[in-house]
């Protein structure tokens, strides 16, 4: 994998790893309102890009598993906290929006 490869590989975790993390916010702000049916469909729509950024950072996985070396730069390890950070917040927005349905009830 070259350096362009890689740089393009970073940049789809970053944005689908943004995207999913401005999902979550918006699943949480959708339960605060009391719309859980719509904070629901949020989290369902972070899941996808939550999966869609796993598809892009597998195929480094692979490259690397498959022998192949490659020199990281740093936007790489920028993309992989956003990855970790979309992923925390997807499952820490499902939890609010479950304990304030929960508290609706």
Same mark, same amino acid.
């Given at each position: 994998?070259?350096?362009?490869?890689?740089?393009?590989?970073?940049?789809?975790?970053? /944005? &689908?790893?943004?995207?999913?993390?401005?999902?979550?916010?918006?699943?949480?702000?959708?339960?605060? =309102?009391?719309?859980? *049916?719509?904070?629901?469909?949020?989290? +369902? =729509?972070?899941?996808?890009?939550? #999966?869609?950024? &796993?598809?892009?950072? #597998?195929? /480094?996985?692979?490259? =690397?598993?498959?022998? =192949?070396?490659?020199?990281?730069?740093?936007? /790489?390890? &920028? +993309?992989?906290? &956003?990855?970790? *950070?979309?992923? *925390?917040?997807?499952?820490?927005?499902?939890?609010?929006?479950?304990?304030?349905?929960?508290?609706?009830?």
């Amino acid at each position: 994998m070259n350096k362009e490869e890689l740089y393009n590989l970073s940049f789809q975790l970053i /944005l &689908h790893s943004g995207n999913a993390r401005s999902l979550a916010m918006e699943a949480i702000f959708a339960a605060k =309102e009391k719309n859980f *049916t719509r904070a629901f469909e949020k989290l +369902a =729509e972070a899941d996808i890009e939550i #999966t869609s950024a &796993h598809v892009y950072q #597998t195929q /480094l996985i692979h490259a =690397e598993a498959a022998g =192949e070396s490659f020199e990281i730069p740093i936007i /790489l390890i &920028h +993309a992989q906290d &956003h990855l970790m *950070t979309g992923m *925390t917040m997807k499952d820490l927005a499902r939890e609010l929006v479950e304990v304030r349905q929960e508290m609706n009830q």
